[in-house]
């Protein structure tokens, strides 16, 4: 069964570090899947970076409709539902159904973090709670 890799990080991000290329070059070459958010920052850097590839081994989710951002028509697209309880919440708070549902359906995680988004920590914190394989590049 092919792997599945969750790649988050800051939507302040506006570069993607040489590492956290590096790291991705690896998911490409092992042709795992790629699990990526429909935000901006580091979710369109990494659909960017991989369309840049030719590589389209990648699911968009979002918990809209239709995505936010999706870079190429050829990466595949997941809906999260979230409940009218969560929809009522601020933006940032139902975004984490999403990360929440993209870790659940992971194997790894790459996070790309600025040391401060609220956002990205709580996706280690979940990825080392669920056991995940967790890979955390630091851009500050």
Sequence with gaps: MNKKVFIS????????????????DNI???NFEIL????????????????SRGYYNVK?????????NKISDKFRFEKVEVSESVRRKRESERQQAKDQAMTRDCDYCLVIWNGRSKGS????????ELKKGLKVVINN
């Design 121 to 128: 920590y709580a996706n280690i914190l979940r990825a080392k």
């Design 9 to 24: 990080g800051s939507i302040s991000i506006k570069k993607l570090p040489k590492e956290a290329q590096k790291s991705i």
């Design 28 to 30: 490409i070459n092992k």
């Design 60 to 68: 968009v989710y979002s918990i809209y409709d239709a995505p936010r």
């Design 36 to 51: 990526v958010g429909d935000a901006k920052g580091v979710d369109s850097l990494v659909q960017r970076y991989c369309a």
